[in-house]
């Protein structure tokens, strides 16, 4: 089926797809302007606007109002604040979305179903919308990148807060279809918030600690890992239920977990470590015995980096670093997407390839009120800042009350948060998938002997420096200067928002290092708080500071 007026909606269509082309979006499905589905309908309203709708039992059911599409597209938009990005779930005939971009809003499309959007796109002009960059197709060539195309479509420092328009009567007439189709988006849009939450805190601060870790990191070019076939690897969490007297070798420990190991007078034969504040430091410090060789992403915290004698880089999904491993760096790779430290860890014993891993301390939670193992740093910080009129057990539970979102488990005294309960489905998930068998065990004793643990392979790397002192002075490779040159003359490139567009659209490196700048403009957006702040003014600081990056790795 195709529109009455045939004629003017092939020209219409032709412009469209003409316009998306151009915008590196092909729309292939049907022939000219036929249509596959034998259910669309397509007529006017009485204002004389095209409407499209689907046939269900005899009864057509129009996307838009049969009166005016345009006043209703009005009527929507009102609740749409000024600036924001609009994310459209189904493009109906199109009228909601030209008019947001009208108004001035930055519009996001996604239709999953392709003769709906073919059947959009011969009912309104929406070719200089397309045209001008503010109206943007997410999800069509392939629905399952729908995550990631709004990812690089939605720059909040320029779009401004995201909201989710769908028209009610798509929903409706696409069933399930419509329904599953503003899950995925709504979805997609609370792991994209959560992420941008966190970029927020931390995004100048992973790009400044990559920049001051470089020298470091390429000085230490680690071999590959050792295969631990025909073993149990055991991973020590800090959780309030880790007991050392369970724990066998191979043991891999979080970072947060050494100070508790060495209490027990229990080593380990590897740490890991990814948090890029200055916490890590005080759990590595508190660590009495000599710290194990340390797997440390490498936006950690340079003195986390510098301190470490036996040092193993780690790359993360972060775009900083794929971009640095396109431009000739090389470090192992640890999956951080699961926010915990312990689900880094877990990847890194998955890459050993044990038949069976256990996990201690994993707990997800804050069982008893407790927040971490005896031992740990927080109870040494806590317990210093005691006194009479604040004890240590009214320091814990102040400290306990203040996570953010923390409440008490019903019937129990056992505490939980929504970050922790995220972080557990996503190693849950995670265990399901590596086909490794992975136990999480409580914390009772077995009465189990440390000295029948079998020890874990010695890691060496290429360089390994005597102390931190030693590593500030060693001279860099010419590689580490020439990857971190090129990777300012791509970063410079982009020194207007049209252009740091143009980059995230054109594929390659230029969209990686696109992308790796993303995280640090919105950690500077949050930073401005609400005030206006130039694109200009932080592109040239992060130049700046990739400057200072040179410096170092040249003197």
Known sequence: MTPTTGSSAAGILDLNLRALREAGIVVEQGSGDRLRRSDLRFGTTRDGEHNVGIEIDGRVRWFHSTYSAMRESDRLLAQVPLPATV????????????????????????????????????????????????????????????????????????????????????????????????????????????????????????????????????????????????????????????????????????????????????????????????????????????????????????????????????????????????????????????????????????????DRIEVHGADFSYPGGETYARGSYIHRALERAASRMRPTEGAHYHFLRSRPGVRRLHGTNDWSQPGLVTFLDRFDAMSAAIGIPVVRVDGESDGRLTAARRPFPEIHTASSPTSAEASDHAAPSATASSVVIRLYELIESMASESALRRALASGGIHAQAARSLLPTLVWASAQARGEQLAYETIHADICVMIRDSIDRLKS
């Open 87 to 354: 994310l459209v779930v189904g493009i109906g005939a199109g009228h909601h979305i030209k008019r947001g971009v009208e108004r001035g809003n930055r519009v996001l499309v996604f239709e999953p179903d392709d003769d709906l959007l073919r059947a959009g796109l011969l009912s309104v002009d929406l070719s200089r919308e397309i045209q001008s960059g503010r109206l943007v197709l997410v999800g069509h060539a392939r629905e399952s990148a729908v995550e990631s195309e709004i990812a690089s479509a939605y720059l909040p420092l320029f779009d401004g807060p995201i909201v989710t328009l769908a028209l009610a009567s798509w929903v409706a007439a696409c069933g399930k279809d419509g329904e599953a189709a503003l899950k995925r988006v709504e979805d997609a849009l609370h792991e994209l918030r959560a992420d941008l939450a966190v970029q927020a805190r931390h995004g100048g601060r992973w790009f400044r600690n990559t920049l001051l870790n470089l020298p470091r990191a390429a000085q230490t070019q680690p071999g590959p890992l050792t295969s631990l076939q025909n073993t149990t690897c055991y991973i020590a969490a800090a959780g309030p239920t880790l007991n050392p007297d369970r724990l066998g070798r191979p043991l891999i420990s979080v970072d947060s977990a050494l100070p508790i190991l060495s209490a027990y007078g229990v080593r380990a034969d590897i740490a890991v470590s990814i948090d890029c504040q200055i916490a890590s430091y005080h759990h590595i410090l508190g660590s009495r015995r000599e710290t194990p060789p340390l797997v440390a992403d490498i936006a950690s915290a340079p003195s986390v980096f510098y301190e470490a004698r036996n040092l193993v880089p780690a790359f993360t999904a972060h775009p900083l670093h794929q971009l640095l491993r396109l431009l000739g760096m090389r470090a192992i790779t640890l999956d951080t997407r699961g926010g915990s430290v312990t689900h880094a860890a877990l990847d890194l014993a998955t890459q050993l390839r044990p």
